[in-house]
């Protein structure tokens, strides 16, 4: 039987047998959500100036 001319030698490590660090792992999770992360952040930022704009309101009606 011929070895397939497209196959890698014996004792050659593919890259998927690599053992990938964690700054890539992270790196392509971050590449694969970016969206969601956007969409979480951007989301947090305005419940955050919701709630502080509805104290601030609060807050000057109490001391007016």
Avoid: C, K
Avoid at 11 to 37: A, E, F, K
Avoid at 50 to 56: K, S
């Amino acid at each position: 039987m011929q070895d397939n001319p497209h196959s890698l030698p014996s004792g050659t490590i593919s890259r998927h047998d690599q053992v990938l660090t964690r700054r890539t792992r992270v790196r392509r999770w971050v590449s694969r959500n970016r969206r969601g992360i956007v969409t979480h952040f951007v989301r947090g930022i305005a419940y955050g100036a919701g709630l502080g704009l509805m104290g601030l309101t609060v807050w000057v009606i109490e001391n007016h």
